[in-house]
């Protein structure tokens, strides 16, 4: 298993900009995650999915939308990007009633 | 979820044993305590968790105070791997995945 993977590792954008920030994970996991880092501080959670066809908010969700049409892929999009939005994401999954969540290598994006 | 506190820093030396606290006061009573590390620019990496009892996986021991209100992770014989930033969280078991909340942790380094 290839676990949780995401692409790309580094992105740098101009404020406006959209792109999108890829995760998938081949462990047949039901919940998948989003979160964000600052520096020095701890992860926030943007956006959460407990299965295909259903997503939900986290604590930070202004700006980024999510979609889940298949088990393995949660993407995250940036329509508009700003430079607030400067940070390392991280994607995570898990199996369902599993104590235990599963960590992606990190996509570091840079808004200017 | 219950609030933790944790130290912001420790030193350790290498080969010696690591006792990094966390205090959850306001645990009740079906809340887990789950401990994370995140070694540096790398994503959250799962270490070991507990609701009552003492536990020991191949890479910690946790040891949960009798009145639950705070637990200390034990690395028996640290290394310089390591060194990270360690994260003590009180969850819920939800049967739909695990929303952690991160906070700043505690960042441990081992020294030679």
């Known amino acids: 298993n290839a676990g949780v993977t995401q692409t790309p590792k580094f992105q740098v954008l101009k404020t406006g900009q959209s792109m999108t920030l890829q995760c998938a994970q081949d462990m047949n996991h039901e919940y998948m995650s989003w979160y964000r880092q600052d520096p020095g501080m701890g992860l926030r959670l943007i956006h959460y999915s407990v299965g295909a066809g259903i997503t939900d908010q986290g604590e930070v969700p202004n700006g980024y939308n999510v979609s889940r049409s298949t088990t393995e892929d949660f993407p995250l999009r940036l329509l508009s990007a700003a430079p607030s939005q400067t940070s390392v994401y991280f994607c995570?999954?898990?199996?369902?009633?599993?104590?235990?969540?599963?960590f992606g290598p990190g996509t570091r994006l840079l808004v200017l | 979820d219950a609030k933790t506190t944790q130290p912001t820093s420790m030193d350790c030396a290498e080969g010696r044993a690591a006792n990094l606290p966390c205090n959850h006061s306001t645990i009740s009573g079906n809340e887990y305590v789950y401990w994370y590390r995140q070694i540096h620019s790398q994503g959250p990496q799962y270490i070991i968790h507990g609701l009552k009892n003492n536990e020991t996986n191949e890479m910690a021991s946790l040891i949960i105070t009798e009145d639950r209100k705070s637990s200390t992770l034990i690395l028996p014989h640290a290394t310089l791997r390591d060194t990270a930033v360690y994260y003590c969280i009180v969850r819920v078991l939800h049967n739909y995945g695990q929303n952690f909340v991160f906070g700043p942790g505690t960042r441990l380094s081992v020294l030679p």
């Open positions: 995570a999954s898990s199996k369902q009633g599993s104590e235990t969540q599963y």
